[in-house]
């Protein structure tokens, strides 16, 4: 099976701007989960999506949001973006059980 | 806020020596994962444990639970220069329930 691909894995943007990412999951699993993860604040759970519907969401401001399509490919996307936006930001693919496979992450810079 | 806690934050060992890193967390789970994340990358799930299950091995992974104590504990036996990366316990997922994850264990085998 192919992993969890997420594109792109670097952006750059400016104080202000909007950003796109996007998760692929493994195939046949429904859910994915997104995080944000900084050296501060460690690994914290933004949202996650099950059959297009948000089925759990985390403590972010409304700037963040997402989606999911029919095929269960996602995406997140941030508004306005805030230097303190500038993270790792980690896709997971997620079974029944509650396993998570993780994609490589993509690494937003804010300026 | 995370659910979990590691201890130690950091640890440092030799090559061969074994390295054992524990976590605590608050609510009572149904499973409890653990995975590892090399620097700057996505998080790799190393092992499963059920609430009632003790103990469960994997290669050169120990994995225990007590869910009297609300702790679990990894050990890795043998350590190798590529066993060095930040360690995570994760609680939670499946169904309705987000998954949580703990602080980290920083672990660096010196070769």
């Known amino acids: 099976k192919a992993g969890v691909t997420q594109t792109p894995r670097y952006l750059i943007k400016t104080r202000g701007q909007q950003v796109t990412l996007s998760c692929s999951p493994i195939s046949g699993h429904r859910s994915v989960s997104w995080y944000q993860q900084t050296p501060g604040q460690g690994l914290q759970f933004l949202f996650e999506?099950?059959?297009?519907?948000?089925?759990n969401k985390g403590n972010f401001p409304g700037r963040f949001s997402g989606r999911q399509f029919s095929n269960s490919r996602s995406e997140m996307n941030v508004s306005t973006l805030e230097l303190g936006d500038s993270a790792l930001y980690l896709c997971?693919?997620?079974?029944?059980?509650?396993?998570?496979?993780f994609g490589p992450g993509t690494r937003l810079t804010v300026l | 806020s995370q659910q979990g806690e590691e201890d130690p934050q950091a640890l440092s060992i030799q090559e061969g020596e074994n390295a054992t890193m524990n976590c605590s967390y608050k609510?009572?789970?149904?499973?409890l994962q653990w995975y590892r994340q090399n620097s700057g990358r996505g998080l790799v799930h190393l092992i499963l444990?059920?609430?009632?299950?003790r103990e469960k091995h994997s290669g050169r992974l120990r994995v225990t639970l007590d869910t009297s104590k609300k702790s679990s504990s990894l050990l890795i036996t043998a350590s190798r220069a590529a066993d060095t990366a930040s360690y995570f316990c994760a609680t939670g997922g499946g169904g309705y329930q987000k998954v949580t994850f703990g602080t980290g264990t920083k672990l660096q085998v010196i070769p």
């Open positions: 609510t009572s789970i149904n499973n």
């Open positions: 999506y099950f059959s297009e519907t948000q089925r």
């Open positions: 997971a693919s997620n079974t029944p059980e509650g396993t998570q496979y």
């Open positions: 444990i059920r609430s009632n299950e």
